[in-house]
């Protein structure tokens, strides 16, 4: 029987997954759950040793005769600091020592209770890895600990080899040993270019037997995957993408999800995730009901991004490397057998895009983003930069080029000093369509001496965050208008006065229109912005209005 710790569980099944067969157990009542486990379970060979410092080194002995990952454990408090000798020295013989070390509940720590310091972190910089994985609760933090214990086995060997720590907060009563069996857990690989055979042999063996698969591109550098890729691997798989991840924007995957919703005719058996983050919340929300599919990402660090919540593999390589291997690797058979799955995928794509195409907004932030990307058409000799919330939004319905936009971390800090910057260095129109807090909260952006005529601002003004409208709840908080949303009654006309930026304004769909034409065409030798006042609630109705006919395709 094992201990009823669900973070030790997770741990010791993830341990026997990755092949650590082998771990060296001090003495202690904190580690005893961990111990006991190591000690039931059959496919690890213990070893005790008193003294933590010699412990270190005995399994760095193994290890090195081992050429495999070997644990040692310990109890909390100094026993996890008596380690760092042996730890150092893994660390310049490059051996993937497991540190595993038992904790305190964080809330005890320096709280004069015995046995605690802090212990995350405490190997410092001689450790590739350090996790403190979570006492479970419920499924996220399951998932959670399950990811932790992965990302740290794999470091072990990655990128050469050498330790990691993973520190295991317990919580009392710590004698409890009635669980039967270990759980079954996800084991993720790690495919690199050491072992890239074993892509031929794993990742492109699930592709060519995949009957539905399907690739999703997250935002990625202009030259992150090359048109002859994009063409290619779209023979073989539904493609999805948003317009700032490849060059010929969005394919509408946000609208369809709706209507699609858990018909499994849509869903895929096989996901290759390429490149970062997505805008879209429905996208990250479907991708995580995908259990029966194998989902590999690619990831140029072979870092462990796991956004689906059920990551199979990462493979590290640049993403027009791997979807040429997969491509040349898996040929014509595939397309053949995935053929119903696009046809179903391309046609109800092609279904939204007629109801986008016939659309009209009245006048609104929505109006004045489709009229400006249909004078943009493709973009060839400019450049688009979208701030986040609303307006990368609207970008991803109308722009058919290539969008710039800091969605790192989704700050709306800095998109237009981005967008400025980025404008110092060329001599092309750069265009930067912003929202009213996103620009007040960077008008120093316009203060600056080195900013020429390519620098186009649209600002869309409707006094408020109006983002927050669109937040279900939210409208039952009287707090909502005033201190979330920040209402304000501010215009861009002083700013663009005091830093000599040519200001252009409209109130209506007519002025829009003829400002944007402007905004376009006009020559000048200083920055030019257009500000378009909306009504927050007009842009609310709208917005909604739009996706409600577009549910009813």
């Known amino acids: 029987m094992y201990c009823n710790k669900e973070n030790v569980n997770i741990l010791t099944a993830l341990l026997v997954a990755h092949g650590v067969c082998h771990a060296v157990c001090c003495p202690g009542s904190r580690n005893s759950p961990i111990v006991h486990n190591f000690n039931e379970c059959p496919d690890i060979e213990c070893y005790p040793v008193t003294d933590e410092r010699s412990a270190g080194f005995y399994a760095l002995g193994m290890s090195q005769y081992l050429q495999r990952p070997v644990a040692v454990c310990v109890t909390s408090g100094t026993a996890l600091l008596n380690l760092a000798p042996a730890v150092a020295e893994a660390y310049y013989q490059h051996i993937p020592l497991v540190v595993i070390s038992a904790d305190r509940p964080q809330a005890w720590i320096d709280q004069l209770d015995g046995q605690t310091l802090p212990q995350p972190d405490a190997l410092g910089r001689f450790v590739k890895k ?98 002859e890729e994009l063409f290619s691997i779209s023979q073989s798989a539904v493609v999805l993408n948003e317009s700032l991840s490849v060059g010929k924007g969005g394919s509408h995957f946000d609208e369809v999800l709706p209507v699609v919703g858990d018909d499994p005719d849509y869903q895929p058996d096989f996901v290759l995730y390429l490149g970062d983050t997505f805008v879209s ?37 640049h993403p027009a490397d791997v979807v040429d291997d ?22 109800v794509l092609a279904k939204v895009d007629k109801r986008i195409e016939k659309y009209r907004p009245a006048y609104s932030q929505m109006a004045a983003v ?3 990307e249909e004078l943009l058409g493709v973009a060839e000799d400019c450049y688009v930069h979208y701030a986040n ?34 404008s110092c260095v060329t001599d092309e129109k750069v265009f930067c369509v912003i929202g009213d807090l996103s620009f007040f909260y960077d008008q120093n952006a316009l203060w600056n001496q080195n900013l020429h005529g390519n620098l186009r601002v649209l600002l869309l003004n409707n006094g408020k965050g109006g983002i927050f409208n669109l937040l279900k709840g939210l409208e039952q908080s009287p707090a909502r208008d005033k201190f979330v949303a920040a209402e304000h009654h501010t215009s861009a006309e002083g700013i663009c006065q005091q830093n000599h930026v040519t200001y252009l304004k409209a109130e209506n769909m007519e002025q829009m229109q003829q ?24 842009d609310e109705r709208i917005f909604r209005d739009y996706y409600r006919k577009l549910n009813k395709i």
């Open 130 to 227: 350090a996790v403190s994985l979570p006492e479970p609760h419920n499924d996220e933090s399951r998932w959670y600990c399950n990811r932790l214990v992965n990302e740290a086995l794999l470091e072990t060997n990655h990128h050469g080899y050498g330790p990691v720590h993973i520190n295991v907060p317990i919580s009392e009563p710590l004698f409890d040993y009635t669980v039967s069996e270990l759980p079954e857990e996800r084991h993720i690989c790690l495919l690199n270019p050491r072992c890239y055979k074993a892509l031929l042999l794993e990742c492109v063996g699930q592709f060519f037997h995949s009957k539905k698969p399907m690739v999703v591109i997250g935002q990625m550098s202009t030259e992150g995957l090359l048109p």
């Open 370 to 372: 489709k009229h400006i």
């Open 281 to 317: 919340k429905r996208m990250k929300q479907w991708l995580r009901k995908m259990k029966d599919a194998h989902i590999w990402a690619v990831t140029e660090d072979g870092s462990i991004h796991d956004t689906s919540m059920q990551l199979y593999g990462v493979i590290e390589g």
């Open 389 to 422: 919330s609303s307006s990368i939004r609207l970008a991803n319905i109308y722009a058919k080029h290539y969008v710039y936009c800091n969605r790192g971390v989704n700050g709306i800090e800095g998109s237009l000093s981005t967008a400025a910057g980025f």
């Open 515 to 538: 400002g944007i034409d402007t905004l376009l065409y006009i020559e000048s030798e200083r920055p030019v912005l257009l500000e378009i006042f909306t009504d927050p609630a007009e």
């Open 326 to 347: 997969l491509v040349d690797s898996a040929g014509i058979k595939t397309i053949q057998s995935t053929e119903e799955f696009k046809k179903r995928w391309d046609k």
